[in-house]
């Protein structure tokens, strides 16, 4: 396989692992990429992941052009197909962390996008080269990057195919921090233990009207997000958080069981 899965202590690493080919993906691998995320999501154990590709040189350059690329252009199948691979429809209400060490172009990038919090190691480097090709970013970019960071640095990425480097992406909003290459890993399996200190629930709720309440009008978001908000307080995490905060001690999150009682694999 060239998608791994390794969880340690409720954190599940996700390693796309094809370094030799600036880890593009075969066809294979983005089932294989589809079929992580669905294991992190069933996986009691897992609390957070962390995305990121093997080796310095590239997080993931998209499509094999030898092969899924021409896949597509003879129409033998579509570009829905990748869609779980793109966390398009996801269901998933784990947080997940992509660690970018390297090249994130193409398709790379858009799966990037779909990913919550975003480190960078300084020799970073971010572009959509697609229309150089005759091809449009439709991974989930052509929806989510205008919705991540202002219109004029999305239609630059996307029609000029501008390459950026980190600290360029990071003032885009595209990143939340650039770090050392020889420190991305770490960094980012560190916010992924801070997370996992937190509630279980209330991070999943908060993503999960992240994604339902975005294009609803005004009143009706209002409307559900007090509803999702209700959930969240009447929850056995919310009771645990509000004692732990009355008895000056650390809360201990009953979501957060599975991962203290579960063991690295």
């Not at 796309?16 to 669905?38: H, Q, V, W």
């Not at 779909?114 to 970013?137: C, K, M, N, W, Y």
């Amino acid at each position: 396989m060239s998608i791994r899965l390794e969880s340690d202590g409720g954190v599940g690493i996700i390693t796309i692992d094809r370094p030799e080919k600036l880890n593009a993906l075969t066809l294979s691998m983005y089932d294989e990429l589809g079929a992580a995320f669905a294991e992190v999501r069933d996986d009691p154990g897992i609390g957070v992941a962390v995305l990121t590709g093997a080796g310095d040189r590239a997080f993931c350059v998209g499509a094999d052009l030898g092969e899924s690329i021409p896949a597509l252009t003879a129409e033998r199948f579509d570009i829905s197909e990748w869609d779980a691979a793109h966390q398009k429809h996801s269901t998933l209400e784990k947080p997940v962390i992509a660690a970018i060490n390297g090249l994130c172009l193409g398709g790379g990038f858009e799966i990037m996008l779909s990913t919550d919090i975003r480190l960078a190691a300084t020799e970073a480097q971010f572009a959509l080269p697609e229309t150089g090709v005759g091809v449009v970013p439709a991974g989930g970019t052509l929806v989510r990057l205008i919705r991540q960071i202002p219109y004029a640095f999305a239609m630059d990425l996307m029609l000029r195919g501008t390459r950026i480097d980190a600290e360029t992406a990071l003032r885009y909003g595209l990143v939340n921090r650039v770090v050392l290459g020889a420190d991305l890993v770490n960094e980012a399996i560190g916010l992924a233990e801070e997370l996992l200190q937190r509630s279980g629930t209330a991070i999943a709720t908060a993503k999960r009207a992240v994604r339902a309440l975005a294009d609803l009008p005004e009143d009706e978001a209002f409307r559900q997000e007090a509803a999702l908000g209700q959930q969240a307080f009447a929850s056995d995490d919310a009771r645990e958080g509000l004692d732990a905060f009355a008895t000056r001690r650390p809360p201990s999150f009953p979501s957060r069981t599975a991962m203290r009682v579960g063991s690295p694999s």
